[in-house]
């Protein structure tokens, strides 16, 4: 056949079954129609759907369904117009699927049965309408005649049938044809052999194996684009509508290259030091130019871009949004983008990104199998590779930091061995995963970008540097405003920008970054309090987690519950708040333990207790608007396959976080309790170990623990009590957590008792991770308790069995780390409260550390690393730092009195309002330190290093000893210097 189009028709049996009616066969239809599987089209009324709709129907319609089990067969016999119909019937049948079913919280049901009837005639009526021609440019050119006018009609019955409002039906309605390219392309991937034959008789064979790659990417870059064109939360909005493009700095240092921390070296490590320049720009033109640059210069060098942001910065959104904006617009440019919570690393670049490319879980069409194994060089193409999550990355026994310096190490020396393919690669991810995997590199600065929040504060911008080149304004734009604009004409509000009333120092913090402001926006506009004492990202998610829980079930259900926290569930009966809110929090901690983004159903259920079990069995009942997910909202939650196996999925890292730091707070509280009735502290720990050992506490999930336990303070009069703990119960928790660790320093963890662990490898591991949390959530406890009582807590009751045993516990805990290596434990020592005289080795690195408030007197903390640490407010009296490494730290309103600071590298340390009476530093090295407000009387400053150092005279005056350099460069003569100093 040589003809140039073909005419399409309408299937002389689809023209019977779109005729039926009838409430029996209603039901049926749309539980098939809404899973996406399209009747009336090729193979759909055979199998399990045919037999569904035919055992629910009757009499006519059942010999309907029968003489149709076979379509494919009958559009064989009728034709090619009629396979072409089918096409396009099929495909628009999927995607109207998609979105009945995404509304199915806002949408009645009865409206939506209703609708799957009169759409799915409609659409055939349409098709006849248009009178469309099938060409070889079919992809090209999709029809835009035939998804315009369903999407109008769509609009006009979601408005007139579904009682949806104008705003929303436009939303809804305008994603229509995203959903439809991409449900054709789905289609002719699932049957190729069958549609096929269409191509094949309008264009000459020998194009047919370039079609075929054609396809599969022209289906890809339409799913790339509707992924900003999908709803986002609770809206129905997708993210393209409210997309703000971000900025990016990158910093240019000193040094050519990273160097390795040294404690003799003179000056800062790589690091450390201030930039010599920062430039900012816009991600969006930087990652373009970059691109364009190696279409035309290719170089394993420069294929190699990481992006680091930190949680809900905007990561994953703008490089979708990039991956969307640049997919298909030419052809020597191609693009992947690759979840790495989705992706399986076993050492081998190739092998891993062709099982992602071909899994059955891979959520998104079949990409080529063969994308590595292309010689571009020859086609002049490139292709660009997008990990995003470093840190959601596992690999075997190497989970998050470990796993991705590996993957990024293995795929720097494959651009390296396979020139010829000219693949780029873009690696976006969180801080402490992109810092641990790049810094072994040698990558250029500009091929390191961070990025931006929507405003920066003036601590932010003094870190960039004095010399900034910011094309412009950039670095001192406020993008709320843009932000809220048009999250308000998406809302088809008044657009009004930024409110004055979130125009607080108190909320600038969470308003700067993208997620959070969105979850601002939510509580704002459903007039939620904000408490600006306790106002932080859990306060956040807390509100978002209720509103989730109203947003179901509504006020009916409200009004009917027989609690003052129970609904009226179909499937369970009265199901309590707290109860589906624990449920939900073993989902987060199993995904925690699975590196954060999803969880096994069957892991989940071994964590249940049988009356969770039973709950979540009915929840999981067949009907799927009692699901599970259907309840705690899609968008938040999702079911996905991994490996054959059921799993949920989060769809943001945070919200598991913020679950499993609430899941710890319950386990705490659940263990305390449960030891009035057992009080074998042994049978404790190993209960301990359980919950907390499998993996070690982040930083990101720390500060939900600290957040979490800040907010939950006793409410003001006339405030709900809900969820807040009384002081007494906070401190019954940090006696008990005394008492685990006592046992610990002296016998450690029994893991002995976890036979569930079967190698020494596993119960070492879970022992230090287990361990570790102690220390975490001791040092939130007592966070929380000194915020409520606002005075300095008396020192905890540890019992240290010798001078040393702090040290050797710190040294299981954290080992000899590297110089950019931070672990908890270094933050979670502030409120130790360790007595006089403990012992830390000086190979300790406590770089970065968070140690404000300390009580660390007499401490033997000679050597250690403490450069950037901060150490506010710290009690450091008669401690011995001799030798140790300051540089950097953070040392205001720090009691040093009698404090041995001899050797001490303290440049460019922070010492404003320091108490160093007494204090001994010889030879220490205060060069550009700064001391305002400093207490120095009886310091020994005998050859202190002193260069543009900030001295008040006074107090520099009041010191004892010959400095070596004074502030102003001289060197004193004699030790009557003081005499003759004006300052």
Not at 333 to 347: C, E, N, S, W
Request: net charge neutral; with cysteine; hydrophobic share 40%.
């Amino acid at each position: 056949m040589s003809s140039n189009s073909i005419r399409i028709q309408r299937p002389s049996f689809a023209t019977r079954i779109l005729r039926f009616d009838g409430d029996v066969v209603l039901g049926a239809m749309r539980d098939v129609f809404a899973q996406g599987v399209i009747w009336a089209t090729p193979g759909v009324a055979s199998g399990d759907a045919a037999a569904t709709i035919a055992g629910a129907a009757a009499g006519m319609a059942a010999q309907a369904w029968s003489s149709g089990r076979d379509v494919w067969r009958a559009c064989s016999t009728e034709g090619l117009p009629q396979l072409g119909w089918s096409l396009l019937y099929d495909g628009m049948s999927k995607a109207l699927g998609e979105l009945i079913k995404e509304l199915e919280q806002d949408y009645p049901t009865a409206a939506a049965d209703k609708q799957i009837l009169d759409l799915l005639g409609l659409t055939g009526d349409v098709l006849d309408e248009l009178n469309f021609q099938f060409d070889a440019t079919f992809f090209q050119g999709i029809a835009p005649e035939f998804s315009g006018q369903m999407s109008g009609r769509l609009r006009e019955r979601l408005i007139r049938h579904g009682n949806l409002h104008e705003i929303d039906a436009k939303h809804v309605s305008g994603r229509l044809p995203h959903y439809f390219r991409v449900a054709v392309g789905e289609a002719y991937q699932a049957r190729r052999s069958e549609y096929r034959q269409l191509f094949e008789a309008v264009q000459p064979s020998e194009l047919h194996e370039a079609l075929e790659r054609s396809t599969q990417w022209w289906t890809y870059n339409q799913w790339l684009k509707k992924q900003m064109a999908m709803p986002v939360f609770l809206e129905n909005f997708g993210l393209s509508e409210v997309f703000v493009p971000l900025r990016c700095c990158w910093k240019v240092r000193k040094s050519p290259a990273l160097q390795k921390n040294n404690s003799d070296a003179s000056e800062l490590s790589y690091l450390e030091q201030p930039p010599e320049k920062t430039y900012v720009r816009m991600l969006e033109d930087v990652l373009e130019n970059w691109v364009a640059d190696l279409r035309d210069h290719y170089s394993p060098d420069n294929a190699i871009m990481v992006i680091e942001g930190d949680p809900g910065s905007g990561k994953s959104s703008s490089v979708k949004k990039f991956a969307a904006n640049v997919a298909g617009t030419n052809d020597d440019l191609k693009v992947v983008f690759i979840p790495l919570q989705r992706y399986v690393h076993t050492g081998s670049v190739s092998d891993g990104v062709h099982s992602f490319c071909t899994s059955p879980d891979r959520g998104h069409p079949i990409l080529p199998d063969n994308l590595l194994n292309v010689d571009r060089r020859a086609r002049n193409q490139l292709l660009l590779l997008i990990f995003d999550g470093l840190d959601e990355l596992s690999k075997g026994e190497a989970v998050g930091a470990e796993a991705a310096a590996d993957l990024v190490k293995s795929t720097q020396n494959w651009l390296a061995n396979n020139s010829s393919k000219r693949v780029a690669v873009l690696f976006v991810g969180r801080p402490v995963a992109v810092s641990s995997s790049v810094q072994n590199l040698n990558l250029k600065d500009s091929q390191h970008l961070l990025l931006l929040r929507y405003v920066l504060d003036d601590s932010q911008k003094e870190s960039f540097g004095r010399d900034v080149d910011d094309a412009g304004t950039s670095l001192y734009l406020d993008q709320r405003a843009d932000w809220w604009k048009k999250f308000q004409k998406a809302r088809g509000s008044e657009v009004v920008g930024f409110p004055s009333t979130l125009n607080v120092n108190s909320l600038r913090q969470v308003t700067a970054q993208p997620l959070l402001n969105y979850l601002v926006a939510i509580s704002e506009l459903n007039a939620l309090d904000f408490d600006a004492d306790r106002f932080n990202e859990a306060a956040l998610y807390r509100q978002l987690f209720r509103a989730i829980w109203r947003r179901e079930w509504g006020e009916k259900a409200d009004k009917e519950a027989t609690g003052p926290h129970q609904i009226g569930h179909p499937a369970a009966g009265q199901l309590d708040r707290g109860e589906f809110e624990e449920l939900i929090e073993v989902v987060a901690q199993v995904a925690w333990w699975n590196e954060g983004r999803w969880a096994s159903t069957l892991h989940v259920q071994q964590q249940l207790t049988q009356p969770q079990r039973d709950i979540l069995t009915k929840l999981e009942a067949k009907d799927d608007r009692t699901k599970l997910m259907r309840l705690f909202l899609n968008q938040y939650v999702q079911a996905r396959n991994v490996g054959g196996d059921a799993a949920f999925e989060f769809t943001h890292k945070t919200f598991s976080e913020y679950l499993t730091a609430r899941r710890m707070i319950r386990c705490v509280g659940q263990l305390e309790s449960r030891r009035v009735l057992d009080p074998d502290i042994v049978n404790l720990l190993s209960n301990w170990s359980k919950v907390f050992g499998p993996k070690r506490i982040s930083f990101e999930l720390f500060n939900f623990l600290r957040q979490e336990l800040q907010i939950r303070r006793i409410p003001r009069p006339g405030a709900a009590t809900e969820d807040s703990y009384p002081t007494t119960e906070l401190e019954s928790w940090r006696d008990m957590i005394v008492d685990l660790i006592n046992h610990v320093i002296v016998e450690g963890m029994p893991m002995e008792k976890r036979t569930d662990l079967t190698t020494f490898q596993q119960r070492n591991q879970q022992a230090v991770a287990s361990e570790e949390s102690l220390l975490a959530i001791h040092s939130a406890i007592c966070e929380a308790l000194q915020a409520r009582q606002q005075k300095q807590l008396s020192e905890s009751p540890i019992r240290w069995p010798d001078p040393a045993a702090l040290g050797n516990w710190l040294c299981r805990l954290i080992g000899n780390p590297l110089w950019s290596q931070r672990f908890v434990t270094q933050d979670a020592l502030r409120w130790l409260n360790t007595g006089p005289r403990r012992e830390i080795s000086g190979v300790f690195t406590f770089w970065n550390t968070q140690l404000q408030l300390s009580w660390l007197p007499s401490a033997m903390l000679s050597g250690v690393n403490l450069s950037l640490a901060f150490l506010q407010g710290s009690n450091l009296s008669k401690v011995n730092l001799a030798n140790a490494n300051l540089k950097g730290a953070l040392l205001p309103r720090v009691n040093l009195e009698y404090a041995n600071l001899t050797g001490a590298k303290m440049l460019k340390a922070n010492l404003g309002f320091a108490d160093l009476s007494h204090a001994n530093l010889t030879d220490a090295d205060l060069s550009e330190a700064d001391l305002t407000g400093a207490i120095l009387p009886w310091a020994n400053l005998t050859r202190t290093d002193l260069r543009n150092a900030i001295v008040p005279t006074r107090a520099l005056l009041a010191s004892n000893g010959r400095p070596a350099y004074l502030p102003d460069g001289t060197v004193p003569d004699n030790d009557e210097w003081r005499k003759t100093y004006k300052g």
